[in-house]
């Protein structure tokens, strides 16, 4: 219907007015054959961005896509695959765009090297970032969850005792607001106990993160062809660091 409508000129009304624009010059350079310069990949380049914002936006608000027939759980689940690929689109486009297309004269070594290296330190940190955010959240997240259950506990017990001189219905309600407060302490430490396979998912994180980081760091500064033991003890801080966060 209509908002289906809507959804789809959001994601799809940028790239179209970019093509409307530069259209007859995109025709042109595929008619020639010839891009030398990298002007026909940049156009490309260009268009991909356009298109990956607005899907970014709509990955953030995934609930949107309930005017299409989706169901909420799998509009959870598009929505993380409609981002992923946004995030990817417009990495692309700055690294190709941003990175070769104005800084290319820093890039010192060669294609195909250049390619895998700049691609490597972007991606990697990207995804180094993103990893690393997903993890404080979720420990923040159960910090949060557990003071506040304790607090709950803490102050309906002393409402408990405070009004225990009083009516029985009073003291009696006030006791089974303080047990059900206990209760989701005892949930909240009981969902932190996590089965052998977690714990067994967690160890590999804590390995895959800090080699990550220095797969990044060797890469970004292979980039710009660093001595070699700077690279070396860039990234043995950069990995040592991202160990001690995590």
């Avoid at 990955?59 to 690929?85: D, M, N, P, Q």
Wanted: with cysteine; net charge neutral; hydrophobic share 55%.
């Amino acid at each position: 219907g209509t908002n289906s409508a809507m959804l789809l000129l959001v994601a799809l009304l940028p790239p179209l007015h970019y093509v409307s624009a530069y259209g007859r010059l995109i025709v042109d350079l595929v008619v020639q054959g010839s891009d030398g310069d990298g002007e026909l990949y940049r156009h490309c380049f260009h268009v991909l961005a356009l298109f990956a914002l607005p899907l970014l936006f709509v990955s953030y608000f995934h609930s949107a896509l309930w005017c299409f027939g989706v169901s909420a759980e799998r509009a959870e689940a598009l929505g993380k695959y409609i981002g992923t690929f946004a995030v990817a689109a417009l990495l692309s486009a700055f690294e190709y765009v941003v990175i070769f297309g104005s800084y290319s004269h820093l890039v010192v070594p060669a294609p195909p090297y250049s390619y895998v290296a700049v691609t490597t330190a972007v991606f990697g940190g990207f995804l180094l970032l993103l990893l690393l955010f997903s993890l404080s959240t979720a420990a923040a997240d159960t910090s949060i969850a557990g003071r506040s259950a304790t607090s709950a506990a803490s102050s309906a017990t002393t409402f408990a005792r405070l009004f225990n001189f009083s009516s029985a219905h009073t003291a009696t309600t006030a006791a089974a607001a303080a047990a059900a407060a206990r209760a989701a302490v005892e949930q909240v430490v009981a969902n932190e106990k996590r089965p052998r396979a977690h714990v067994r998912v967690s160890a590999f994180v804590l390995l895959a993160l800090p080699l990550l980081a220095i797969v990044t760091t060797t890469s970004a500064l292979a980039v710009v062809a660093a001595p070699w033991w700077v690279v070396a003890v860039a990234a043995v801080v950069a990995g040592a660091l991202v160990y001690g966060y995590v």
